[in-house]
């Protein structure tokens, strides 16, 4: 978990256009909660002097950072990364992401097997539990500026989903802990 200190330097109320997407009804930050996805807002303009990425990266142990621009000239094999961001998969390990410029929509499973869109943006910091399902797609802007936070040798593997997929260690250590409460 997260340190009481860290969580009172960030503002976890901030507004995030979050919904179902077969409704629109719009989605709590306690229900993203509840699924294990965390959400924070911080300053991207000031991250490097104001120290508070550098205290989540020390509590939580990710010692490895990169820095990705997704857009059409920016990424390599841009059609074929995309098709793949927006494969429904899972990771062994989870999905940090730090908006650092630009736009674009994270989709995960609801308890209920809906998809929950998350509109995340510049300054928006997501964590996407290990096993969860989702997929990324940017949205009208069509670029994103973000940083790849990892514990540990950085992978991004995706496993799309599947009856092997759902018998991954790590899927079902999220479903029984998110899903099966």
Known sequence: GWSAEVLTILDSNCEMKTFFLDTNEPVTQ???DELGVLYWNVPADSYEQDGILDKICTEQGYNYREILEISRTTLPNYDEKMAIFYTE???KDDEIRYFLGGSGYFEVRSKDDRWI???CHK???IVLPAGIYH???LDEEAFAKVMRLFQ???VWTPFNR???TDQFP???KYVTKYIKQ
């Open 170 to 172: 790590e899927r079902v």
């Open 117 to 119: 869109r998350i509109h």
């Open 89 to 91: 998969h899972i990771h």
């Open 135 to 137: 997929r990324f797609k």
């Open 162 to 164: 599947g009856e092997e």
């Open 30 to 32: 306690s229900q993203l």
């Open 123 to 125: 300054n928006d910091m």
């Open 152 to 154: 540990g040798v950085p």
